[in-house]
């Protein structure tokens, strides 16, 4: 059974930082993270693949948000860095289905399809 536990959301002012963590059940090829606003539809913020470091990320967070994993932990991080108001959302953690791993595909955001619960990131003066 797939398990994603995320942690670390909460409240933070335009400028700040904030770190998410998610612990992880098994074994993925491909981690990351969604958000989603209310009233907007869900978006890709970053994905790792596990075996290389490779790492994908939305346009809207290239150079503010960093992506990485602990393999001793089987744990994904999330590192974002001067947050803005439209960072607000839920922040879900995501993996890939693993029988279904394609080696050597580009990474996508369609792979990622099983997600854990969310945790609440608000960035609000």
């Known amino acids: 059974q797939v398990q994603l536990v995320e942690s670390g959301g909460g409240s933070v002012q335009p400028g700040g930082s904030l770190t998410l963590s998610c612990v992880v059940s098994g074994y993925a090829y491909t981690l990351g993270w969604f958000r989603q606003a209310p009233g907007s539809e869900r978006e890709g913020v970053a994905a790792?693949?596990?075996?290389?470091?490779?790492?994908l990320y939305a346009d809207s967070v290239k150079g503010r948000f960093t992506i990485s994993q602990d393999n001793a932990k089987n744990s994904v991080t999330l590192q974002m860095n001067s947050l803005k108001p439209g960072d607000t959302g839920m922040y879900c953690c995501?993996?890939?289905?693993?029988?279904?791993?394609?080696?050597?595909?580009?990474?996508?955001?369609?792979?990622?399809?099983?997600w854990g619960r969310g945790t609440q990131v608000t960035v609000s003066s």
């Open positions: 995501a993996e890939d289905y693993v029988p279904g791993f394609v080696p050597g595909a580009p990474m996508g955001w369609a792979d990622l399809v099983f």
């Open positions: 790792i693949r596990t075996g290389t470091g490779s790492t």
